[in-house]
């Protein structure tokens, strides 16, 4: 909690540096060159919580232990990335195939309300996604597009959300992350975070018109690969997601 308000009184830095994006859950060093090694220390230090996305894992650590020392854990997440012309044949053909039941629906929203956050959050604690904080979801921060699927009842079943977090300038221009999947234990294994991928991805390209999309997933995490992949997304070594944290605890799946 208090990371995430320090990341929210940083914004204005945030928007205006190349070298760094706004991830909602931690600082993300794009680009620590341009920022200097000095002043990430110091954030690094304060908030004992970093990434490193779109990199080649063992360079980024390397890095990491060189600049911010040996001490730091550095959990690594597979990279899986795709282009327009991959990914939305594919989800297409996800989203005709998965049928939901009658009285079901599907809301996409870039500004969620306050009962619409709190669902998204229990979700994803359920699930073991660390949920954005309240603020972010509402995209204040950067744009955040996030897509739900409700049973008849109205009961959240499924979310996913897509954030375009870097910079115009920055070396991921144009490429949007997306994730944050969750679907309810009691409604798992019929296809839905499939679908809720897939209908979360279309969404942000036509919010976005990114040029590319980057998802993230555990190593471990066998399911979510092929979720991620049937939705046009190849795995990619030179797209890993690296953090730097103190604690040694693991932020999501």
């Not at 190349?18 to 920022?35: E, K, S, T, W």
């Not at 090694?37 to 360079?59: C, F, K, M, T």
């Not at 053909?93 to 309300?113: E, K, T, Y």
Request: glycine content about 10%; some cysteine.
């Amino acid at each position: 909690i208090e990371l995430q308000k320090r990341l929210r009184d940083r914004q204005p830095w945030i928007r205006d540096t190349p070298g760094v994006a706004h991830g909602g859950r931690l600082l993300h060093n794009v680009d620590p060159q341009i920022d200097g090694w000095d002043n990430i220390r110091e954030l690094a230090d304060e908030d004992e919580l970093v990434g490193y996305p779109g990199v080649v894992a063992q360079a980024a650590i390397a890095m990491i232990r060189k600049e911010l020392g040996a001490h730091w854990h550095t959990p690594v997440w597979m990279g899986f990335v795709g282009t327009p012309d991959d990914v939305l044949p594919a989800c297409d053909r996800v989203i005709g195939d998965v049928a939901l039941p009658a009285g079901w629906r599907v809301d996409s929203f870039d500004v969620a309300d306050d009962a619409q956050l709190a669902a998204i959050q229990d979700l994803n604690a359920q699930t073991g996604v660390s949920p954005y904080p309240a603020y972010y979801s509402r995209s204040e921060a950067v744009p955040v597009v996030t897509v739900c699927i409700f049973d008849a009842a109205g009961g959240l079943v499924a979310t996913a959300s897509a954030a375009d977090r870097y910079h115009p300038q920055s070396r991921l221009a144009g490429c949007t992350f997306a994730g944050m999947v969750s679907v309810s234990p009691s409604h798992q294994g019929r296809g839905l975070g499939k679908l809720v991928n897939a209908l979360m991805l279309a969404a942000s390209h036509d919010r976005f018109n990114w040029s590319s999309v980057q998802e993230q997933v555990a190593p471990d995490n066998a399911a979510s690969q092929a979720m991620i992949a049937a939705c046009g997304l190849g795995h990619n070594e030179g797209f890993m997601s690296v953090a730097a944290i103190i604690s040694g605890e693991s932020i999501t799946r």
